[in-house]
């Protein structure tokens, strides 16, 4: 997401799932809002600018027109671990694996809203001044749930990056890539196979 996001450790009641504070959360909130939950940190990102929002449709389009109709925006996604819910992520946009089955919407419905990030098998942020969240806690989030691409558009850096081949390992705070493409902003990413090369020009323009 975009602009200053709210953020706060979370000190919960042992057994209370993150997903009852973010509901609630939401249910207090003056406007329509999507909390997320990384490494014990609620995020709260306020209304995205309309910059990021055009960039986050662009890549989607891209990938639509590339021939994969799973592309999308918008959907929620929870990380499991031994102890429950992990993380709980709303990538920009994303590629999923298939099309949500039965069993997946039971899963959604059972985790209020939140469907399992094994669906995923490309997620992508753009960052802006929360880009800390998106370099870090999210990054790591999507290796040790085993997402085999998280693509990352930093636009404070002006760069692109691809990053694959996860490697989740035993310690969730140690999970990371094996393998980084780099990009400056403005000039086509590489994404690994069977993904088109992602224009990032349009993430200069405006």
């Known amino acids: 997401m975009t602009a200053d996001p709210i953020t706060g450790p979370m000190n919960m009641p042992q057994n209370q799932d993150p997903i009852d504070l973010l509901i609630a959360f939401e249910k207090a909130a003056d406007a329509p809002i999507r ?3 990384v490494e014990g940190t609620m995020i709260v990102p306020p209304q995205p600018d309309d910059h ?12 639509r027109s590339a021939g994969f109709p799973l592309a999308g925006l918008g959907s929620g996604y929870r990380v499991a671990g031994p102890e429950g819910t992990r993380s709980l992520i709303v990538p920009d946009f994303y590629v999923r694996r298939r099309r949500p089955t039965e069993l997946d919407e039971a899963y959604r419905r059972a985790h209020r809203g939140w469907y399992s990030i094994e669906l995923l098998a490309l997620a992508g942020e753009i960052t802006s001044t929360n880009h800390e969240t998106d370099t870090g806690p999210k990054y790591r989030s999507c290796a040790a749930a085993g997402v085999p691409v998280y693509a990352l558009i930093h636009r404070q850096d002006k760069k692109a990056y691809a990053f694959s081949d996860p490697l989740p390992g035993k310690d969730p705070a140690g999970a990371h890539y094996a393998t980084r493409v780099e990009v400056d902003l403005g000039r086509r990413l590489p994404l690994p196979a069977p993904y088109p090369e992602l224009d990032t020009a349009p993430l200069l323009e405006g």
């Open 35 to 37: 909390a997320e939950y």
């Open 52 to 63: 990021h929002n055009d960039a986050a449709a662009e890549f989607y389009f891209q990938l």
